[in-house]
């Protein structure tokens, strides 16, 4: 009886281990086969990305491939470099601040003279209907940085109109549009203090 327990064990054990290999190897196939479009698709997405906030009219490359990592505070920035005959037109990068429900993650595209070529919003959690409308597919309220840096206006007088400053705010939702504000204000001075590293990377 010893025995054939014995046997019933191993011949489970058997069984259990081919479906863990079956499993495994459907998992590294599925893997393999969709790893290519996921990578190709968030290729697009930052493309597109880029294409909004860093104007063709500025570059002759493409700048989702002339990457430089900046370090600030220790943690690595990924920059993208526009270029026109081979000289820095502008730069983009993401920077993250604190909204309502949780970090609010932008994308700056920033000309050679410190003014924003533009700001997007990649990914947020904010109350839908209210501290969504940062999005631009909802209003245009993120497009009224264009054009605007830390002289236009004065670094202090980055704020919401509620607190002194020239920007909008949301009726019922100030801490979205305050938290934006904030977060394109300290893109702009990291820009400021890497400038020069910044446009003086050696070309590819």
Do not use: C
């Amino acid at each position: 009886m010893a025995r054939l327990l014995e046997l019933g064990g191993a011949k489970h054990a058997v069984v259990l281990g081919g479906f863990s290999l079956a499993a495994t190897l459907l998992l590294t196939v599925a893997y393999s086969l969709t790893k290519a479009p996921i990578e190709q698709s968030a290729l697009e997405d930052l493309r597109h990305s880029l294409e909004q906030v860093i104007p063709a009219s500025i570059h002759d490359n493409n700048p989702a491939g002339d990457t430089l990592e900046l370090l600030v505070d220790g943690a690595p920035v990924l920059v993208y470099r526009a270029r026109q005959a081979k000289q820095i037109t502008g730069v983009a990068f993401e920077t993250s601040t604190s909204g309502y429900s949780g970090d609010i993650r932008l994308l700056l595209g920033i000309n050679k003279n410190g003014q924003l070529l533009g700001v997007r919003v990649l990914h947020h959690t904010e109350t839908p209907g209210l501290g969504d409308k940062i999005e631009v597919s909802r209003t245009d309220w993120i497009t009224r940085f264009t054009g605007k840096s830390l002289t236009d206006p004065p670094e202090e007088k980055w704020a919401v109109k509620k607190d002194g400053g020239p920007f909008d705010q949301f009726a019922g939702a100030t801490i979205t549009p305050r938290a934006v504000v904030k977060g394109v204000r300290d893109g702009l001075r990291l820009f400021a203090a890497h400038r020069d590293e910044l446009l003086q990377e050696a070309q590819p």
